[in-house]
């Protein structure tokens, strides 16, 4: 099982969720800033439009990590209490 867990959480920047980690990376960076920056495709191919808030996708990245560190680690806390080994003896000394 341990084997399995680590293969699923340490493929969590596949090619494929990358637009969708950046994209909530920036919307949770304007959401803590105060900030409501919308993109449209045109001012994105025209130019640097988006490396001007790149403030905003710092700031959301680094949140973004620490609540799934914090949400995955709980949930592995739980899902190893639950099915951990239960076959463990004590022994005394």
């Given amino acids: 099982m341990n084997k399995t867990i680590a293969f699923a959480f340490s ?3 596949l090619p494929p969720f990358i637009p969708f980690i950046i994209l909530t990376s920036f919307q ?6 105060g900030e409501n920056v919308t993109f449209d495709i045109n001012e994105i191919i025209a ?4 490396l001007k ?4 996708y710092i700031v959301g990245s680094f949140a973004l990590a620490t609540l799934a560190a914090l949400s995955a680690g709980t949930l592995s806390y739980f899902l190893f209490l639950c099915f951990g080994n239960k076959n463990v003896t004590a022994t005394n000394a």
């Fill in 11 to 13: 493929n969590v920047s």
């Fill in 28 to 33: 949770l960076g304007n959401f803590i800033l």
């Fill in 47 to 50: 130019g640097f439009e988006v």
């Fill in 53 to 56: 808030h790149v403030k905003s």
